[in-house]
């Protein structure tokens, strides 16, 4: 089950929230085995960003896989979902952050999976 978490400055509409979390349904399919019907996505906005000390639009994307995937599958997903996040909210590529953490351990369905 990916767990994808969405940090974002900007106030988001219900719609943006759907046209992303579909987009990200669509994205975590770049990594195999991966499934929209699996995936949790959590947004929080309206996050206040500082880079070089100056406030930002930016995000901050976390990954949690459980299981290692490829190096490539993860660099598509990663690419692809800075280009929608540019697309879809205005961000500057240079403000938007990911970061992939996998599990080899994960607790779902009532019990914790090796």
């Not at 490539?72 to 938007?96: D, H, S, V, Y």
């Amino acid at each position: 089950m990916p767990y994808i978490a969405i940090n974002v400055t900007e106030k988001l509409s219900d719609a943006q929230k759907e046209k992303i979390k579909a987009e990200f349904g669509r994205l975590i399919m770049l990594i195999p085995t991966k499934t929209e019907a699996r995936t949790l996505v959590d947004f929080s906005d309206c996050r206040t960003m500082y880079k070089d000390g100056r406030l930002i639009a930016g995000a901050f994307i976390e990954l949690r896989l459980w299981h290692a995937s490829e190096f490539e599958n993860k660099k598509q997903f990663t690419e692809q979902t800075f280009t929608m996040l540019a697309r879809e909210l205005g961000l500057a590529p240079e403000n938007i952050y990911l970061n992939i953490a996998e599990f080899e351990h994960w607790g779902a369905d009532g019990t914790y999976k090796v």
